[in-house]
């Protein structure tokens, strides 16, 4: 098994995500040796579970910084987070249904490289906004907080689709075809993605 082993290098300058990313590099660490000295599988869904919360947790974080500091970017970035969002909750169900199928060197390797790829080309372009030393865009600041602060749920709402959000929301909520319609669409919706995921995790972390 090898590992990268975390560096200095790695680190933005900013002290609350610099202790996020290497917490995050050693519970991949973690989870490659878990699984590798093949522990019980009840520990090795604990540390995944314990990633999952943690990346979560740590995007959130960001994306607040980034927001607050009008970083222009911030819609592309949050893509980024979002697809690696996607690859851990892949894992984690690709190891639920094959517990015994997931190559450790290949998560290993997968995550690692996405996590320092992100962190040394994408992280390292926010940082002069978010120490001061670039000026940031206003209306992101505006846009998103006033999203955030407006929601009765806690997920993102861009401004230019609260109408089609508002509208999607009655639809679900109404006893009629119309309603009945949507969720079908919904369910056949979930099962393209669950179908992607389990296609996606296999190529990604199967033996």
Known sequence: ???KEWSREFEIGIAAIDNDHQTLF??????????????????????????????????????????????????????????????????????????????????????????????????VQ???YLLGEKEGDPTITQRYQANAAAQMVQIPCPADKEQQVRHFIKLITDVSEEGM????????????????RDKKASELFGK
């Open 26 to 123: 050693n519970t991949i660490r973690q989870l490659g040796e878990h699984i590798k000295e093949a522990r019980r599988e009840g520990r090795v869904k604990a540390t995944i579970n314990a990633l999952q919360l943690y990346v979560d947790e740590h995007f959130e974080r960001e994306e607040r910084f980034m927001i607050r500091a009008g970083y222009p970017d911030y819609v592309a970035h949050r893509k980024e987070h979002d697809s690696f969002r996607d690859a851990i909750a892949s894992l984690r169900d690709f190891h639920a249904k094959s517990p015994t199928e997931i190559d450790a060197q290949k998560i290993v390797s997968f995550l690692e490289d996405w996590l320092l790829h992100h962190i040394l080309q994408i992280d």
């Open 181 to 196: 319609l949507v969720d079908q669409a919904v369910e056949k919706i979930t099962r393209i993605q669950k179908t992607r």
């Open 126 to 128: 926010y940082k002069p």
């Open 1 to 3: 098994m090898k590992f």
